[in-house]
C-alpha cells in the first residue's frame, strides 16, 4: 500500500489504540452509581458488567489466535476502532431506544470485542516495526494505557465537576470520537507482520514448547500481581489518607497508574543501559517487598506508600513478558501474542479473586494480600525456569547485557 505516512505513524496510532483501551475499560466504571440512581439499574446487575467486558475480552483473546492472521491486521485494526466507537457513543443512545440494561450490555459488548482486539493487536504492530528497540519501543507503548487511564479519570471529573454527572451522555460521544479518529488513522499508516505469509510457527507446535508455556506463566503471574492489588488501590487511599470514597476512587487509581506509566517511562528511555530481564527480576523483588510492605504496614500511610510501590514494581512486567517472547520465539507470530494477552487476563482476574476470597474468608485485606505474594513469586521463578530452558535448549542467554539485545 503506498503511502505518505511513515512507521512513526503507525507508532502514534498504536498509541492511541492503548489510550482507547483505556477508556473503554476505565470510563464506564465511573457512572455505576449514575446508572444505578439514573437508569434504575441494581448494583448486582452493573457488577456484572465489568465481568460481561473482560470476559468478551477473553473470547476474543482466544479466537483472535486463529482468526488476526487470516484476516490481516489493518483490518482487523481499524475493526478494533470502529467497535469501540459505536460501544462508546451506544452508552449514551441504545439505553433509551432499547431497556436500559440490556441497553448498556448492547455497548459494552461491542466495545469490549474491540477492546480485545487491539490487546492483541497492537503489540504485534509495534514488534513488527522496523525500528532499533524492541522492549523501549513495547516500554513506551505500554505506558501509554497507564496515562489513557489517568486521561479518562481526570478529564472525566472534571468534567463532571464544570457540566454536571447528567450529560454524562454528552461525554460518552466525546469519548467515541477517538477510536473513531484511531480507524481512519489506522487506514493509512504502514503496517508490517512479524512473519512473512505462510511463514509462521503453527499453533500445535507452539504450544509444545517449553519456552512458550514459561512466558504463559509470567504472563497470568505479572496481571495477577498487578491487578491484585490495583483493585485494592482506592481502599488504600481511603485508609491512609482518611479522605471520602471519592477522592479515594481518585487518588489511589491514579497513584497506582501513574507509578505503573513511570516504570514503563524509565525503561523505555534506559533500555541502552539496562538488562531487561535484570530490571524485571529487581522489579519482580520489588513487588514482593510492596506486597509486604502493604500487608502488615503498622500505619495506613505505609500501606498506601505499598501500593504506590506495587504500581512501580509491575511497570515492566507485562510488556517485558511481550518482548522477552518476541525475541526468543520470533516465529511465534499473532497466535503467540493473543494466547499471551489471554493468559494476562487471566491473571487480572485470578489475582483480585484470590485477593478477595482469602480476605474474606480470613475476615481482613491483610490475609489476602499476604496470599497473593503467590503471584510475583511465582514470577521470580518463571524468569528463573527461562533461562533455564534456554540453557537447555542450547540457546545462549540474549539478554546478559544490555548491548547484546535489540
Known sequence: MTTRLSYNHTLYASYLGYVT??????????????FQSELGIPLGKITLLVTINFGIQLVVDLLSAKFVDRIGYRTCAVAAHFCCAVGLA????????????????????????????????????????????????MSLLHSFYCWGHLFVVLVSTGFFVAFGIGNWRV??????????VNAFYFMKVPIATLTQEGGGMPLKKL??????????????????????????????AEAGLQVNKTVGD???????????GLSRLFYAKFSDKVSLKGFMAGSTCLCLASYLLAAFAPHPLL???????????????????????????????TPMFALFALAGDLGCSSGPTLVGLVA????????????????????????????????????????????SRN
Do not use: H
Request: with cysteine.
Open 90 to 137: 451506544g452508552m449514551a443512545f441504545l439505553p433509551q431506544i432499547m431497556a436500559p440494561y440490556p441497553g448498556l450490555l448492547a455497548s459494552i459488548a461491542l466495545y469490549a470485542v474491540g477492546g480485545g482486539l487491539i490487546e492483541v493487536l497492537i503489540s504485534p504492530i509495534v514488534e513488527a516495526c522496523p525500528t532499533d528497540k524492541k522492549a523501549a519501543a
Open 171 to 180: 461525554l460518552a460521544w466525546v469519548w467515541a470520537l477517538l477510536p473513531l
Open 207 to 236: 504450544l509444545s514448547m517449553k519456552l512458550f508455556w514459561v512466558f504463559m506463566l509470567l504472563m497470568v503471574c505479572a496481571g495477577a500481581s498487578e491487578q491484585g492489588m490495583s483493585q485494592w488501590a482506592s481502599a488504600f
Open 360 to 403: 474474606d474468608a480470613a475476615g481482613g485485606l491483610k490475609a489476602g494480600l499476604t496470599a497473593a505474594l503467590i503471584f510475583p513469586a511465582l514470577l521470580l521463578l518463571g524468569l528463573w525456569l527461562l533461562r533455564r530452558v534456554s540453557r537447555q535448549g542450547g540457546e545462549p542467554d540474549k539478554d546478559l547485557a544490555p548491548s
Open 250 to 260: 481518585l487518588a489511589g487509581p491514579c497513584m497506582f497508574a501513574a507509578m505503573m
Open 21 to 34: 483501551q483505556a477508556i473503554v475499560n476505565n470510563f464506564a466504571p465511573l457512572l455505576f452509581l449514575t
Open 303 to 333: 500501606g498506601l506508600m505499598g501500593c504506590g510501590l506495587c504500581g512501580l514494581s509491575v511497570g515492566i512486567m507485562w510488556p517485558g513478558t511481550f518482548s522477552l517472547a518476541a525475541q526468543r520465539c520470533p516465529a511465534g507470530g
